[in-house]
């Protein structure tokens, strides 16, 4: 998981305690109040800032299910080199 999208992904979550919540890839975003609507959100938000199309086939709740998993279905549409480095790419 990359910088920009630990950053774009915070404003979309509702801490469950105090402080601020620790984005690990098996962050549960349910949890944390991703609903439909907000994945519908989410993905126009990921779309824009990373200037990709995710496919239909990956539009699912297991995408949406951690963030380690929406990381990997985002990393795969990115150009070489651009989010699958050991600096960019987190695996669960």
């Not at 990359?2 to 404003?11: G, Y």
């Not at 402080?19 to 938000?45: C, N």
């Amino acid at each position: 998981m990359d910088a920009r999208f630990t950053a774009l992904l915070r404003p979309f979550l509702k801490p469950a305690g105090p402080g601020e919540i620790t984005l690990t890839p098996d962050t549960d975003l349910r949890k944390l109040g991703v609903d439909s609507m907000q994945a519908i959100e989410l993905l126009f938000a990921v779309e824009d800032t990373f200037g990709i199309s995710l496919p239909d086939e990956e539009l699912n709740d297991t995408t949406f299910a951690t963030a380690g998993s929406l990381w990997n279905v985002i990393a795969a549409q990115l150009p070489a080199g651009a989010g699958d480095g050991t600096a960019g790419r987190e695996t669960a």
